[in-house]
């Protein structure tokens, strides 16, 4: 299957800061990529789908503001946690579909990120 | 938001016993994926059913879908202590919306 790579795979930051999230599909071209949240011993949560070169949509009751999604380049996603805080610390995974295929095939996901704001 | 229920919850069962866990759905779907996730690791895809097909085999595993009553389940036969996990249906459309998601515990 195709490969989505996230980078870093683990972050510890300090209460205030910013972190930035980056997911890449090494082999296809992700039109569309979406950005989930997982909290201990639950569920993923979508917080926003991006398609290339648009705006991210966010689902209801995320922060676009705090929680800002890049998406320049058909092989590049980015989340940016802006002014981190502790109860911003989750598992955040994103996943890839390539053009065409959002709805029909299996999605790939990146291995995810721990993040821990201190 | 969410797509539905998986249940059970949490289902312990005894080594080389046949684990089942269901999963149901609010809105129309293209297909339907499960996904297992060892405790603070990434998702591996296990296996997708599309809306048309009704039975999917893979190995060990066997999955059903019944639209009509917007439903799918899932079944581990011959449980190993490596099945230990969270399993997760999820369902396709524009989005890609999870279930609860069931944890699995395989007693040695």
């Known amino acids: 299957g195709a490969v989505v790579s996230q980078h870093p795979s683990w972050v510890i930051c300090k209460s205030g800061t910013s972190v930035k999230i980056e997911c890449r599909s090494l082999d296809f071209q992700a039109t569309t990529m979406f950005w989930y949240r997982q909290f201990p011993k639950q569920s993923l949560m979508l917080m926003a789908t991006?398609?290339?070169?648009?705006?991210?949509?966010?689902e209801q009751g995320v922060e676009k503001d705090k929680f800002l999604i890049n998406h320049a380049s058909l092989t590049l996603s980015t989340l940016t946690v802006t002014s981190a805080h502790p109860e911003d610390s989750s598992f955040y995974i994103c996943?890839?579909?390539?053009?065409?295929?959002?709805?029909?095939?299996?999605?790939?996901f990146g291995q995810g990120t721990r993040l821990t704001v201190v | 938001s969410q797509q539905g229920e998986e249940d059970p919850q949490a289902l312990s069962i005894q080594e080389g016993e046949n684990a089942t866990m269901n999963c149901s759905y609010k809105?129309?779907?293209?297909?339907l994926q499960w996904y297992r996730q060892n405790s603070g690791r990434g998702l591996v895809h296990l296996i997708l059913?599309?809306?048309?097909?009704r039975e999917k085999h893979s190995g060990r595993l066997r999955v059903t879908l019944d639209t009509s009553k917007k439903s799918s389940s899932l079944l581990i036969t011959a449980s190993r202590a490596a099945d230990t996990a969270s399993y997760f249906c999820?369902?396709?459309?524009?989005?890609?919306?999870f279930g609860k998601g069931t944890r699995l515990h395989i007693l040695p």
């Open positions: 999820a369902t396709r459309d524009d989005k890609i919306i």
């Open positions: 996943s890839a579909a390539g053009q065409g295929a959002v709805r029909t095939t299996e999605a790939f």
């Open positions: 059913i599309r809306s048309n097909e």
């Open positions: 991006s398609n290339e070169g648009s705006k991210a949509t966010y």
């Open positions: 809105t129309s779907i293209n297909n």
